[in-house]
């Protein structure tokens, strides 16, 4: 298995205030992904990395953030959660060699904002 | 907007049946991809198929692509009750995209025993 790991794995929040989810990856990969899935939307790109200090939006990034600082570690943060925030929340890399064109995701960050 | 569409949203066969799962998508390709999410998981890759591959297998997948249609088939031979999941297909638009993948809905599988 890909060594990703997500925290935390469950979050309950209410409306206005910060959250912040991390991604850490033990591969060393380049690539980083972050993806909200929502019933009858199947997964969306949030915002994704291409390396250190590099990052690019998705096409559902309002409200959202990321940063990252180091090659392991890919931190999404909602400034001020939503009530449509709520949602399950998936990071991934891309894979290396042969399968550089697949992703491996981590197990998932349930958020509900009350 | 989504780049792949799967038909059905959801299917319920016996075990030891076939499975077949279509996805459609609206712009060219540089490959096909197909996951499968277990309840309460992340996803986990199946099958690549790149645009100038017309079938592919991989064990009991078995997995078509008609680029002159945009669409693709997953067919599960011989179906068992672990394969029960949720099924994705997405795209890989090209070099102009990087890596990024755009994902269907997925088609819900389940197998009854």
């Known amino acids: 298995d890909a060594g990703i790991t997500q925290s935390p794995r469950h979050k309950v929040t209410e409306t206005g205030t910060p959250v912040t989810l991390r991604c850490h990856q033990t591969?060393?990969?380049?690539?980083m992904y972050w993806y909200r899935q929502d019933p009858g939307h199947g997964l969306r790109l949030i915002h994704y990395?291409?390396?250190?200090?590099?990052?690019d939006k998705g096409e559902v990034s309002d409200g959202y953030s990321v940063s990252r600082s180091k090659t392991e570690d890919f931190l999404l943060t909602l400034e001020s959660a939503t009530s449509s925030q709520t949602s399950v929340y998936f990071c991934?890399?891309?894979?290396?060699?042969?399968?550089?064109?697949?992703?491996?995701f981590g197990p998932g960050t349930r958020l509900t904002v009350l | 907007s989504q780049q792949g569409e799967e038909d059905p949203q959801a299917l319920s066969i016996q075990e030891g049946e076939n499975a077949t799962m279509n996805c459609s998508y609206k712009?060219?390709?540089?490959?096909l991809q197909w996951y499968r999410q277990n309840s309460g998981r992340g996803l986990v890759h199946l099958i690549l198929?790149?645009?100038?591959?017309r079938e592919k297998h991989s064990g009991r997948l078995r997995v078509t692509l008609d680029t002159s249609k945009k669409s693709s088939s997953l067919l599960i031979t011989a179906s068992r009750a672990a394969d029960t999941a949720s099924y994705f297909c997405?795209?890989?638009?090209?070099?102009?995209?990087?890596?990024?993948?755009?994902f269907g809905e997925g088609t819900q599988l389940t197998v009854n025993p």
């Open positions: 712009t060219s390709i540089n490959n």
């Open positions: 997405a795209t890989h638009a090209g070099e102009t995209s990087g890596s990024r993948l755009t």
């Open positions: 198929i790149r645009s100038n591959e």
């Open positions: 991934a890399i891309s894979g290396w060699g042969t399968r550089y064109n697949e992703q491996f």
């Open positions: 591969e060393n990969h380049r690539y």
């Open positions: 990395s291409y390396g250190v200090k590099d990052t």
